[in-house]
């Protein structure tokens, strides 16, 4: 797996259309995109776009990761402007096009969601109410606060999210109940900080969602946690993209490196 060049990316992120600034909802007055990193997740992705809720969301950008099974095209059969990269870079990757999309269009705010339908679309109102009502710059979204849920989700996964949560709170002393999940919500001026560099090279694969939130946490951004469900699907055992070890090994390398200043 290897990272495309920036200057290409960015070329095909602002080749991607974007909804016009004048017919935007302007939900509580803030312009909100969602996005959705997807690798051959065709009949996940489009039942996840069409559930997001346009009263409150003004564009979904699915980013196609060099999928092979018409992942691209039921996106944007299902109304979501599409990112489509040539080759698989990663879900950093992916997501780090998806967030430079909602930045370089000026939405205020910007939500991840799964490309997979794991997560509830329905979740996105009150996450984003947490985040303007709480005054945070970031909210992170999580299964295990009251009010959240878990469906089918293992005894082992459920053992793993639960130690690095706690470990992370260990080492950024906040308290953070769900630090591996990638349902957040931020401002895209988060993008503005020189200091959060999304382009290095070691992002690409799971670091750079727990980058994010690690930055966020360490330059004194106000971060909250808002309750959601995580859906896990039956066919999840034979779905997963997630390799055991090397998958685990990059979420957690970045909750040591960073602090360690072996990477920035």
Avoid at 27 to 49: F, L, Q, T
Avoid at 84 to 95: C, W
């Amino acid at each position: 797996m290897h990272d495309l060049p920036k200057s290409r990316l960015l070329d095909i992120i602002l080749q991607t259309p974007s909804n016009p600034v004048g017919e935007r909802v302007l939900y509580r007055g803030k312009s909100i995109v969602v996005v959705m990193a997807s690798w051959n997740e065709a009949g996940k992705v489009s039942p996840c776009v069409r559930a997001v809720p346009r009263d409150i969301v003004d564009a979904v950008c699915v980013v196609d990761n060099g999928s092979e099974d018409g992942t691209a095209e039921e996106a944007r059969r299902a109304g979501a402007c599409v990112i489509a990269h040539p080759v698989n870079i990663g879900a950093g990757g992916g997501y780090r096009s998806g967030y430079f999309y909602g930045y370089l269009n000026k939405y205020d705010i910007i939500v991840e969601l799964a490309g997979d339908n794991q997560d509830d679309p329905g979740d996105i109102r009150h996450v984003v109410d947490h985040l303007i009502d709480g005054g945070y710059d970031y909210v992170q979204g999580s299964r295990w606060m009251v009010g959240g849920e878990r469906v089918n989700m293992t005894f082992s996964r459920s053992l793993l999210t639960r130690l690095y949560s706690l470990l992370f709170t260990l080492i950024y002393r906040i308290r953070i109940s769900d630090a591996t999940n990638g349902f957040r919500a931020f401002y895209s001026r988060l993008l503005d900080d020189t200091r959060i560099n999304l382009w290095q090279s070691w992002l690409i694969q799971y670091e750079l969602e727990p980058y994010l939130l690690i930055k966020a946490v360490s330059l004194g951004y106000r971060v909250g946690e808002a309750p959601v469900k995580k859906i896990y699907h039956p066919d999840m055992r034979k779905n997963t993209k997630m390799i055991p070890f090397k998958s685990w090994y990059s979420i957690i390398r970045p909750v040591f490196l960073l602090p360690l200043g072996l990477k920035k």
